[in-house]
């Protein structure tokens, strides 16, 4: 485990020995903080103790997905009961499940069926149910609306045609005054979150999923290639060299502050755009990820969500489960959807009145899920934080121009090979 990563392990283990002595069961919920995630978890958890007389403690976890999973390693592998709740991406049932206990056997089925199928499909192994739904994702454009106006420029169809309104965008706002000012802000760090990007890209330009349904490596082709060069081309011109660090919040801050013209981002920064102290409040717009460039282009976004799973070694399940069940119930996701912008995992919720008058870009987001493209981390299983790893990390030398698209995919297709023993997973 790297010094972040023991950094972050202690972090959370003082914040965990800081819990105060409780009535009733005491349940530990290890929540996300991106975004206002902690103070709606907090809100949470407060309603939930004061409705059952149980005790919530709420540990924020780190923002970065890639040192959560290796934080929540640490514990569920060392058989720890210090965490009864964990926070879950969409992709990490394959790699942890054998820590959780299986929801189907404690939880009705009337509450499963309210469910999105195929999200509670993908949190199936071997018949267990291994999270609840809490909150769906898929990568989406913002954009400044008063800012193509102001150019006389339509929303890009195309990642050509977002590289060229971006430079356009871009070159006239610094001559405006604004120096600081990009045109395009993304994830790009090396970490789960380039992934998710890179993913986008390539899927968009036609270059398939990295690894197919059937096992077979297929990230080594000339689509991807084309997707990988046209992202390493943006890197100094249209986006900030700082961008091979960015996070999530990293580009929400650069284009909610007014320095970006586009950025790609889950849903949950819609809301704090339109937050009363945003900068561009009334400025956004919303719309899919552009379509690769070419034939076979299609739009493409990166399947996500967070799910709510309970510890094998809880020494409260019951309690532990209950609570899962509350933070996934249709009053909670409307609430959050209310306030945070999340995306509701119950379909009925994109219907509801309450909803889309304060959230109109759920029209949107509800179209770009359709689309979406799911990570292979169903057919890799536990191996998939590897796969993820080299594969981002062959991204991420791409956009620094440590060798082009080609050659790193070339490579990449040869560590895959050999991490799944010629695609056998």
Not at 68 to 87: E, M, N
Not at 241 to 263: H, I, K, P, T, W
Not at 316 to 345: C, H, I, M, N
Not at 347 to 352: C, I, S, T, V
């Amino acid at each position: 485990m790297s010094g972040k990563h023991l950094t972050a392990l202690a972090a959370l283990t003082l914040a965990l020995a800081a819990s105060p002595a409780a009535l009733g069961a005491e349940i530990t919920f290890a929540c996300g903080s991106t975004g206002i995630q902690s103070r709606l978890c907090d809100e949470a958890a407060k309603a939930w103790s004061a409705k059952t007389g149980n005790t919530v403690k709420v540990v924020a976890a780190p923002q970065s997905t890639s040192e959560q999973l290796a934080l929540y390693q640490q514990f569920l592998t060392g058989k720890s009961s210090d965490i009864d709740v964990f926070q879950v991406d969409v992709i990490w049932p394959g790699i942890l499940g054998s820590h959780f206990i299986d929801l189907k056997q404690q939880v009705d089925q009337a509450t499963i069926d309210q469910y999105f199928p195929s999200i509670v499909e993908g949190l199936t192994r071997d018949g267990q149910l291994l999270a609840l739904p809490w909150y769906t994702d898929a990568g989406l454009l913002y954009y400044r609306q008063d800012l193509l106006d102001k150019y006389k420029l339509k929303v890009p169809a195309t990642w050509a045609e977002l590289t060229e309104a971006a430079r356009t965008i871009q070159e006239g706002e610094r001559k405006a005054g604004n120096d600081r000012f990009y045109g395009f802000v993304f994830q790009g760090r090396a970490y789960e979150g380039l992934t998710c990007d890179a993913l986008e890209w390539i899927a968009s330009f036609g270059g398939g999923s990295i690894v197919g349904p059937d096992g077979k490596i297929t990230v080594d082709n000339p689509q991807a290639a084309k997707a990988l060069d046209t992202a390493a081309s943006w890197i100094g011109t249209i986006a900030p060299d700082g961008v091979l660090n960015y996070m999530e919040e990293d580009a929400r801050g650069v284009f909610q502050s007014g320095n970006a013209a586009f950025m790609r981002n889950w849903p949950y920064a819609a809301s704090l755009a339109e937050a009363g102290d945003s900068p561009v409040k009334g400025k956004v717009g919303y719309a899919p990820l552009p379509k690769g460039d070419g034939e076979g282009g299609r739009n493409a976004a990166t399947l996500g969500g967070w799910q709510i799973a309970v510890s094998k070694y809880s020494r409260s399940p019951k309690e532990a489960t209950a609570f899962a069940v509350y933070l996934t119930s249709r009053d909670e996701q409307k609430r959050r959807a209310l306030e945070g912008g999340y995306q509701p995992t119950i379909p009925a919720l994109y219907e509801d009145a309450e909803i889309l008058a304060k959230r109109p870009f759920f029209k949107v987001t509800r179209q770009v899920l359709d689309s979406a493209v799911a990570r292979p981390s169903a057919v890799t299983g536990e191996r998939y934080s590897e796969v993820s790893s080299l594969f981002w990390n062959a991204v991420h030398s791409t956009l620094s121009k440590q060798g082009d698209a080609a050659a790193n995919l070339a490579q990449l297709q040869k560590d895959l090979n050999r991490l799944s023993r010629g695609g056998r997973w």
